[in-house]
């Protein structure tokens, strides 16, 4: 599986983005997937999952009710809304596929990664 991450840029507190994961290969819709972020100098924080069929979905509690993940199996893509920004959500998001389950939260469950997007949200 491949993966291309789109969507991020520089937003206001406060505002939204839509990050997209595009994925190549048949094997897209058989793939739990996630998010995660990188802020410098941190490690890598989960931030969301979504189980293969879509029916089930786990966030990280620092965007729990702010951002919603979901999937098109059809488009072979994977969505980030995220509402209700602040300031230290800015970092590189990346998409992740072939977690162990809807609830992978560790990087090291996912063996496919995009290159990641930067989002910046300003104070």
């Known amino acids: 599986v491949q993966l291309q991450a789109s969507g991020g840029g520089l937003v206001q507190t406060g505002g939204s983005l839509r990050l997209s994961c595009a994925a190549s290969?048949?094997?897209?819709?058989?793939?739990?997937m996630g998010w995660f972020r990188q802020a410098p100098g941190t490690e890598r924080e989960f931030v969301a999952a979504?189980?293969?069929?879509?029916?089930?979905?786990y966030y990280g509690d620092s965007v729990k009710g702010r951002f919603t993940i979901s999937r098109d199996n059809a488009k072979n893509t994977v969505y980030l809304q995220m509402n209700s920004l602040k300031p230290e959500d800015t970092a590189v998001y990346y998409c992740?596929?072939?977690?162990?389950?809807?609830?992978?939260?560790?990087?090291?469950?996912?063996?496919?990664w995009g290159q990641g997007t930067q989002v910046t949200v300003s104070s």
């Open positions: 290969g048949r094997t897209f819709s058989r793939n739990n």
């Open positions: 979504i189980s293969w069929s879509g029916g089930s979905t």
């Open positions: 992740a596929a072939g977690g162990k389950s809807f609830y992978s939260v560790s990087s090291s469950e996912y063996p496919y």
